[in-house]
């Protein structure tokens, strides 16, 4: 059973930057897809960034486009996501997830992804 557990939320001011990471265990997560996604108070959950597993295929989100980047390490079984340039509006619980229907392209749409780490917060305010 594979289990995601993300890391590296904070308290950030605006035009900051984190690093979130999301370590896999269980299984590997060579061979699918990735994705994160976030949650702000009182809004549904939205996709971000999303990879295939062979880390050619890229998706992100409008919002975000230009300065969040996704990316993997599969050596590690880990997914990462750096932000840059926070504003206020990235507030939220950031999720990484794993679609293991998918492997040479990336969807951010939350019913594809069956595994889901439990969140880590990321507050952008000064």
């Known amino acids: 059973q594979l289990q995601l557990v993300e890391s590296g939320g904070g308290l950030v001011q605006p035009g900051g930057s984190l690093r979130l990471a999301c370590a896999a265990s269980g299984s590997t997560l060579d061979y699918n897809a990735i994705g994160w996604f976030r949650q702000a108070p009182g809004k549904e959950r939205e996709g971000v960034a999303c990879?295939?597993?062979?880390?050619?295929?890229?998706n992100y989100a409008d919002s975000v486009k230009g300065r969040f980047t996704i990316s993997r390490d599969n050596a590690k079984n880990t997914m990462y996501l750096q932000l840059a340039d926070l504003k206020p509006e990235d507030t939220a619980v950031y999720s990484c997830?794993?679609?293991?229907?998918?492997?040479?392209?990336?969807?951010?749409?939350?019913?594809?992804?069956?595994?889901w780490g439990q969140g880590t917060q990321v507050t952008v305010d000064s």
């Open positions: 990879m295939s597993s062979t880390g050619d295929h890229t």
């Open positions: 997830a794993v679609d293991v229907r998918t492997i040479y392209s990336c969807q951010m749409i939350r019913s594809r992804y069956a595994y």
